[in-house]
C-alpha cells in the first residue's frame, strides 16, 4: 500500500487533505520570505484517538511529523520544509468543558483563539493573551509557541494561563500535564517545557485554561512624540511611577509612517514615536489609572489621547493588529524580527536595529511590546529583490549579535521555527545546548517531530 492508502484506511477519508487543498498547509505566515514547503502527506485527524493512531503510525516508520494549527506563525515553525507529514490540528475544535463560575475551561487544540475570548466574555470572564490572527490562530498553536501579545505586559503569555496540557507523545502515548489545577509542584514542570516547545516535543491536542473576571473597563491611552528620546523617556517613567497598564507599546518613526494614516482619530504630523497604554480594571480604577498614565506621558508629547467610546477602543486594537501588515505593505517584503531587550536597555535596541538597517542599506523599523523590551526589529524590503533579501538576512544577524551584547534573547515571542534555528547555538553555550538537546532526544528518540525547528542539529566540534 501507498502512504496515501495507509494513512487514509488509518484515518478514514475526510482525514485526508489531496491535490489543491494542500498548498495552504505549506507555508505560513513567513510566506514573505519566499518559505514554501513539501509534504508527503497532510492529515487532519478527527479526534484525540485519531492523533495517537497517527503519531505511532510514523514513529513506527520513521515518517517526520509537522504538527500545524493555525498557521500564523513567522518563524516557519509549521512549514513543513522537508517532507513528512504534515499534521493539522483542525478538526479537534471542540471545547470541551467550561465553567465560568470556576474561571476555567477545557479546549481541544483546534479551538480559535478567538472563540476562547468570545467564550469567555460571553460569561464575563477574560482570557488575557491576544496574540493577534485571533480568528485564524488555535489555541494549540499558541500554546507550543508560547505566544504573546500586546496584554501580556500585565497579564503574562499564554503560558501564564495554562494550567494543563494533553500532548500525544512518541509512540503515539497520551500524556496528561496538570489539568484543572492551579498549582501543582510534584514533578519536574513537563507542562512548562511543553508550552513554547514549538511542536519539537510532541504534539499539544489539548488543554486546560485558567480565566480571570474581565475587568469592567479597559481604557487605552496614546501619546505620540516627536522624537525618539522623549517617547522612551515617557515609557519609562510608567515604571518609575508604579503604573500598571495592561498594555505599554510603541512603535518608532518608520512604524509610524507605516501606519499613521489608519490611527483612530488621527495624528499629528510632527508625529514620530508613538507609545499606546491601555488602563483597566474597576470603571474608577481604570479611570484614575488613565489620568495617571496620561500624566506620565505628557512631558515632551505632541498629542495625548485617552480612548472611551468601544468604538474607538475596538478600532485602535484593530488598528494595532494591522501593523505588522501595514509595515510590510511599505515595500512589499519585510524581515520582522521579536527580540526581547531588558526594559532599561529598550532604547538603545531601538536605536540600534535602526542603525543596524542604515549600515546593510536596507530601511529599518521597529514597534512592539516596550512594557516587556519586546521589539520588532524589522528590515523593509523588496520580496523580488534577491539583494534586498540578502542584506535584511545580514543585517538580521547583526541584529541578533547586538541583541545578545544588551543582554536580550533572539526571541521574545515568535519562536526560532525554521527561519531562527540558526541562533540557537549562537544564544546558547555548549552546557546549555547540550540539555536542551537531552531535553529533545529524550521526547523524541528518532527525532521526528518537528525536524529541524527551534532545535538544530548539534554543531560538528
Ligand atoms: C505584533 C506581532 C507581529 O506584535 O507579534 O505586531
Ligand atoms: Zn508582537
Known sequence: M??????????????????????????????????????????????????????AWCYERGVPIVPRGGGTGFSGGAVPVDGGLVLSLERLDRVLSFEPELWRMQVEAGVRTATIHR?????????????GAGEQSMIGGNIACNAGGPHSFKYGVTGAWVTGIEAVVAEGRLIRVGGPLRKDVAGYDLRSLLVGSEGTLGVVVGAWLRLLP?????????????????????????????????????LDEGAVDATRGAFPGGLPEEARFLVVAEADGTIEGASAL????????????????????????AAL????????????????????????????????????????????????????????????ATFMIDRASPDQITSAAEAASDLFARTLELGGTVSGEHGLGWVKRGQFDVQFGPA?????????????????????????PAPAS
Not at 467564550?119 to 496574540?131: E, H, I, M, V
Request: charged share 20%; hydrophobic share 45%.
Open 2 to 55: 501507498d502512504l496515501a492508502a495507509e494513512l487514509t484506511s488509518l484515518l478514514g477519508p475526510d482525514a485526508m487533505r489531496t491535490g489543491d487543498a494542500i498548498g495552504p498547509y505549506l507555508t505560513d505566515s513567513t510566506e514573505m520570505q519566499g518559505l514554501v514547503g513539501r509534504a508527503d502527506a497532510v492529515v487532519a485527524p478527527a479526534d484525540v484517538d485519531a492523533v495517537r493512531n497517527v503519531v
Open 119 to 131: 467564550t469567555a466574555r460571553g460569561s464575563g470572564l477574560l482570557f488575557p493573551p491576544d496574540p
Open 214 to 250: 474581565a475587568p469592567a473597563a479597559a481604557i487605552p491611552v496614546a501619546a505620540a512624540y516627536a522624537d525618539e528620546q522623549a517617547g522612551v523617556a515617557a515609557l519609562e517613567r510608567v515604571y518609575a511611577f508604579g503604573l500598571v497598564p495592561a498594555t505599554l507599546e510603541y
Open 290 to 313: 488613565a489620568a495617571e498614565l496620561a500624566e506620565a506621558f505628557a512631558d515632551g508629547a505632541v498629542m495625548v489621547r485617552t480612548m472611551q467610546s468601544p468604538a474607538e477602543v
Open 317 to 376: 486594537w484593530r488598528w494595532r493588529g494591522g501593523v505588522t501588515f501595514g509595515v510590510e505593505a511599505q515595500m512589499g517584503g519585510k524581515m520582522s524580527e521579536d527580540i526581547a531587550v531588558p526594559f532599561d536597555r529598550l532604547g538603545e535596541a531601538i536605536a540600534m536595529a535602526r542603525e543596524v538597517g542604515r549600515a546593510h542599506g536596507v530601511r529599518a523599523c521597529s514597534w512592539g511590546h516596550a512594557g516587556d523590551g519586546n521589539l520588532h
Open 432 to 456: 546549555e545546548a547540550a540539555l536542551q538537546r537531552s531535553i529533545k532526544a529524550l521526547f523524541d528518540p528518532k527525532g521526528l517531530f518537528n525536524p529541524g525547528k527551534k532545535i538544530p
